[in-house]
């Protein structure tokens, strides 16, 4: 028989948890600009939601990859250990860059929404004038049809 040492595999698996707990690391940061510029319970709820469901997934593929579905103790460490790095590492930068673009994203959305806005009255404000301009045509007269026969 030939002696398989799983140390290698096992390095490699470590490797692979750390990557996704720095992807997880970036899902969360991602989810975290969108509900601080939403400002909806329902949207964060959703988002929590999904997050959850996200991690599990990755906690289950990795889990499966190379320890044949037994959750061990050194896939949950690296996988913190990912998170870790990435918020002590790139995370600040990745979430202040994100912090700009949100800025800028919703500054550019509230000049969108203001013109859809404006757009909309001055569509209503054109259809209230065709239609007192209708009724006007309807009665020509101050005294309306009574005089005309």
């Known amino acids: 028989m030939i002696a398989v040492n799983p140390l290698p595999d096992q390095l490699l698996v470590i490797r692979y948890a750390a ?4 992807g997880l690391g970036v899902l969360y940061d991602v ?3 969108l509900r601080w510029n939403s400002g909806s319970w329902c949207l964060e709820l ?7 469901m996200v991690s599990a997934a990755v906690l289950f593929v990795v889990a499966t990859s190379a320890t044949q579905l037994q959750l061990r ?8 250990a990912g ?6 590492l790139p995370g600040r930068a990745f979430r202040w860059f ?9 500054r550019i959305w509230c000049v969108f929404r203001k013109r859809i806005h404006r757009h909309g009255t001055d569509e209503k404000k054109s259809m ?10 309807k009665n020509p ?4 049809n009574a005089g005309i026969k």
């Open 19 to 22: 990557a996704a707990g720095a």
């Open 98 to 106: 994100l912090g700009k673009t949100g800025k800028i994203l919703h």
């Open 46 to 52: 959703v988002l929590d939601f999904l997050f959850s």
């Open 73 to 80: 103790g050194f896939l949950v460490l690296s996988l913190a």
């Open 128 to 137: 209230d004038f065709r239609k007192k301009h209708e009724k006007t045509k």
């Open 83 to 88: 998170w870790v790095v990435w918020n002590v």
């Open 141 to 144: 007269s101050i005294f309306g």
């Open 31 to 33: 989810f975290r600009i």
